[in-house]
């Protein structure tokens, strides 16, 4: 059984951070986008309208809850209705809540929107409340009578796994007084997400900064992540100065914000008297801390494969000292890879035909019905993200495509999430269907493979293969390295505050600059780590997802070993990779992936994954020995 909120499939934002080139689209009105490359709200709702009716539809079913108070445990058939009713509201709470949020992000200055959602966050924190005694009245009947009842009626099966998952963290779970108080703290503990989305998406001012070709622009986000790939190193410099201190003008906000989200998780861990807040984040999927810590360590023992490629990245760039900002530029001089969007659907559709049939035809669909918001817009929300939530109908994916080789990347990688949860939400029945975040990056990522071995194979000339392959090392600079240090500062900042620590935006700045400094060799002369960069720590909206970033990491892992095996043409593993997409909820994510062919508590995916990265410095360096002959 779940109650509502927000999923995995939900959450599943993401920035990507393999850049090659610095041309591409800037910000521009929406209206003069054409509708093919934008969403189409009706698959879910006509209009405004029609999401307000299914909202007071929802409203008035809530007050229907109280009839199944104190009858959860007197019989098979009272579990039953129960369950279904929570289900079905819950499922109508996901496409509501998905609706607005959607028209939320594609314009973050339009408050209308922003409204809206904060009136859909209030009434589910009523729902919340007022389904608070679910957990504890079944609770309070012991396990073997719950499993008795599973025996008896037979539609109670799609329900065990909750059930049985409930049982499981009963010592965690509170009385029925202090569960509804919980829930209404829902109405507090998301507003520091709230805020940071708003001020820096929508408020934040913009600063300008001149180029060397006397262009004058304004540096938000999207114009970062666009310049500082530019090739004029001066003006990657311009960009990062000039951006980062802007954040450091807001670095007592950013600090406040920050700290806020990490007392929501104290609070939460304390309340369900976990040891810390990482075990209250890991503990209800069944995830080991050991794995978190395992993966912070293999990291720091393997750095020095990460300045390897530091060192490469150095020797294509030709410069004495290889500095932050040079990390998003093209290695490969004078080499401008574009890729039209039209071009790169193509592309990726040759790329995942590994993957069978049916799994193309519905990558196709997504292209065709509108399924993808495709290039940024003035107010849109950053970065790139697939949500799945609309169990009834289709995953939705937000894209802010610039046309450049990494949007091509990060849009195999937000199809894998998509489909993903299109085969959960069609194999799997609404409370089996919502896969664990643990397991979400696993489908992206294993496009991302497929795409890189694509692409490799089509590539013959010497300096294009060199960028594919420097690009295939960026990700393991961005997905392995990157999201292990930001896992690194997440629980630092986590284990300061609950040692009564106070943490600050300068504080913050001050754990940064030192995680930050170590992983990329400042001070053995590996890659200069500038000032400003402490405050990089602000700028990452995964800080606010409780301990979110980790998993990429080790889906990154799973899925270079996953992808090796379909690779090869082995039937059997493409067998169960698809059974893999298709599993959703129906098993714990380490149980999932053992059954797809990985075993995560073992160092072996780890291992795999650097073997692999030093596999392709090897390819490199050969080129580059080769040309310099």
């Known amino acids: 059984m779940k109650h509502f909120k927000l999923s995995a499939k939900t959450l599943l934002v993401i920035i990507l951070t393999i850049l090659t080139s610095s041309t591409g689209f800037a910000q521009q009105p929406r209206e003069e986008i054409a509708e093919k490359y934008k969403w189409n709200f009706s698959d879910m709702y006509e209009s405004d309208a029609a999401w307000r009716e299914a909202l007071e539809s929802f409203k008035q079913k809530i007050n229907e809850i109280d009839q199944y108070k104190g009858t959860l445990t007197e019989s098979p058939e009272n579990l039953l209705k129960a ?5 079905e509201l819950s499922k109508q709470a996901s496409k509501i809540y998905t609706y607005v949020s959607m028209k939320s992000d594609i314009d973050t200055r339009q408050m209308k929107y922003n409204g809206m959602k904060q009136e859909v966050q209030q009434i589910f924190s009523e729902f919340g409340a007022r389904s608070a005694f679910f957990q504890p009245e079944i ?32 010592k965690h779970t509170l009385s029925e007084p202090e569960e509804r108080i919980m829930a209404l703290s829902g109405l507090v503990t998301g507003v520091p997400n709230a805020v940071f989305n708003t001020f820096s998406n929508a408020e934040m001012p913009r600063p300008s900064v001149t180029l060397s070709n006397g262009e004058e622009i304004q540096i938000g986000t999207a114009a970062y992540s666009r310049y500082r790939a530019h090739p004029n190193r001066n003006d990657r410099r311009k960009v990062f100065e000039t951006y980062w201190n802007n954040f450091g003008d807001f670095s007592g906000t950013y600090g406040e914000m920050l700290y806020g989200n990490v007392k929501t998780h104290i609070f939460n861990a304390r309340a369900r008297s976990y040891e810390s807040s990482l075990e209250a984040s ?9 794995v978190y810590h395992s993966l912070i360590d293999n990291v720091n023992k393997n750095l020095p494969a990460f300045h390897r490629y530091l060192n490469i990245k150095k020797r294509m760039m030709e410069v004495d000292t290889l500095r932050y900002y040079d990390l998003y530029a093209p290695a490969v001089k004078d080499l401008d890879l574009k890729y039209e969007y039209d071009e790169a659907k193509q592309i990726i559709l040759e790329a995942l035909e590994p993957l069978g049939e049916e799994y193309v035809s519905t990558v196709e669909k997504a292209f065709n019905e509108r399924w993808i918001d495709v290039y940024p817009s003035e107010g849109k929300s950053s970065g ?24 091509v990347s990060t849009l195999a990688h937000e199809l894998g999430h998509t489909m993903q949860s299109y085969f959960s939400n069609k194999t799997q029945p609404y409370p089996l269907a919502d896969y664990s975040i643990f397991v979400a990056e696993v489908a992206s990522t294993f496009n991302e493979v497929l795409l890189f071995n694509y692409m490799l194979n089509k590539i013959e000339d010497d300096n294009v293969k060199l960028s594919l392959l420097m690009n295939w090392l960026d990700g393991f600079k961005g997905t392995l390295f990157r999201q292990t240090q930001f896992a690194e500062f997440e629980l630092k900042i986590h284990e300061e505050a ?13 754990i940064y600059d030192n995680i930050v400094k170590r992983y990329y060799g400042h001070e053995k002369d590996v890659c200069f780590i500038d000032d400003y960069i402490d405050m990089e720590w602000a700028f990452i909206p995964h800080f606010y997802y409780n301990f979110y970033v980790y998993q990429y990491s080790t889906s990154f892992t799973a899925s270079i070993s996953l992808a090796e095996k379909v690779l090869s043409g082995d039937q059997e593993a493409l067998k169960k990779y698809i059974e893999f997409l298709s599993a959703g909820g129906s098993d714990y994510s380490i149980d999932l992936l053992k059954k797809a062919g990985v075993d995560m508590t073992s160092s072996e995916p780890f291992d795999k994954a650097i073997e692999a990265m030093n596999g392709v410095m090897d390819q490199i360096e050969e080129i580059l020995d080769k040309k310099k002959q």
């Open 498 to 510: 609950e040692a009564g620590k106070p943490l600050t935006g300068q504080s913050f700045s001050s």
């Open 139 to 170: 609770l309070s009947a012991s396990q073997e009578k719950i499993e008795g009842f599973i025996e008896e009626e037979p539609q109670l099966e799609i329900y065990r796994m909750g059930l049985e998952n409930m049982f499981r963290t009963k």
């Open 83 to 87: 369950l279904q009713f929570n289900t």
């Open 282 to 290: 890991l503990y209800p999927n069944n995830i080991p801390v050991e």
């Open 384 to 407: 790139a993200y697939s949500n799945g939530s609309d169990y009834d109908g289709h995953p939705y994916i937000l894209l802010n495509y610039n046309d450049l080789y990494s949007d």
